[in-house]
C-alpha cells in the first residue's frame, strides 16, 4: 500500500492506494519556487532576453499601458514592482493605464489593488469592453487581409508591457505573452471567432496559427514588452522571463512543458485532481481545466474526482448549465449565444463524455449537480471511489497540468 498526497486549496488529503492499482506519471522535478517574487520581477525588468532594460525604452511623456490577467497568482507582488520600475523612468502614475480583459459577470473587482504600495494605488485600471466601438480603434491588416481592431487605450500608448501567465490553452495552444493582447483585447466578433476553435490536440512543438497571428498583431504594435509568469505549486512563483515576446514565449512553454507536461503510461479507471493553492483564487474555471487534463488519460466510462476549494461559478455559462439537460446541449448554446466562458462549458462537456465527474468543492451541492457533477460531502469521500478500481493516477495542480498518453 502506497500513500500519496493530494493538495487542495492549502490543505492536503493522504489516498491509500495499492501498488497494484497506481498508474505512473512521468513528469520532472517540482518547478523550484521563488523566493523573493518582487526581486525576480526587477531582474526580469533589468536583464531581459533580446530587449534593452524596460526604463531605458521610456521617456517622463510616454503613456504606457499594461496589459493584464487579473487572476495572476500572487499579482500584487508581481504587479508593484513593475510600476516602481516604470515610474523610475520618470513616467508619472497618472500617465500609466492598465488594461485588463472583460470580466465574468458579478466577477470581483480590481480588490487587488489593495495589496499595492499606497501612492501606486491610484493607477487608472479599463477593463477592455470588445463591443463597445468607442472603446476600439483600428491597428492595420494582418497579411492574411483581418482587420485588426484593438482596444483604444493599447493603440495610443507609447509602450505596452503585457503582464502575464504561461499556461496550456484549448484555443491559443499556449496562452500567455501576445494572446494575453489579442484576440483576448480584440473586438467582439474576433474574440467570438476564436472562442470557436478550441481543439483537445496537446500543444506541439510548434506554435499553432492562432498563437502565429498574435505575434503578427504584436509586430504591428511596435512589439510590447513582455514579462511572462510561470506559476508553481499552490501558491509558488517559479520563473518570471523578460523581454521581447518571441524569446520569452520559447523559454516560457519550453519551461512550462518541462515541468508541467506530464506522460501517463496508460488510462486510468478513476483519476484523482487536485487543485492546490489560495482557496480565495480557485475559481470553476480551476475545476474545468482540471476536468480537461483528466479527460486526457482516464478510461472511458471511468471516474474522475476533483478535490479543490473552487467557489460557486459567476457567468452566463452557469444559467446556460442549469436550464440545460445535459452539458453537451449547454455547449452548442453557449455556441450559439457566444457567451465569455464557452471554453469552460466546453472542458465540462468533453470530460463528461468521457467518464463519472465527482467534485468536492465550496460549491453549494445543489449547484454542483446543476453543473453535472456529483458533489462529494467530505474530501475523504474520494477514498471510496478508489477502493475495488483496477487503476488510479492521482494529478497534483491538474488545472496547470497537460497530461498525455506516453
Known sequence: MVQVNVAFGRESL??????????SARRAA???AIADVPAAVRQALESPREFPPLRRALTPDDHVAIVLREQLTRLPELLAPLLEHIVSAGVSVSNIAIV???RLEDQQADSWREGLPAELRSVAVEVHEPATRNHLAYLAATKAGRRIYLNRTLVDADQIVVLSRVAFDPVMGYTGGLSDLFPALSDEATRNEFALRITASAPGAKNWNTMQEA????WLLGMPFVLEVMEGHGDDISYVIGGGAKATAEEAERLLNHHWRVKVERTAEVVVAGIGGDPQTQTFADVTRALACAARVVRVGGVIAVLSRAQTPVGPGLALLRDSDSPVRALSLARQQKIPDVVGIWQLATAAQHARLYLFSDIPPATAEELFVTPLESPGQVQRLLDGAES???LPDAHRTLAVLD
Open 14 to 23: 493522504a489516498l491509500e492506494i495499492h501498488e497494484r492499482q497506481r498508474i
Open 30 to 32: 517540482a518547478a523550484p
Open 100 to 102: 485588463c480583459p472583460p
Open 215 to 218: 505575434h503578427e498583431v504584436g
Open 392 to 394: 488510479v493516477l492521482v
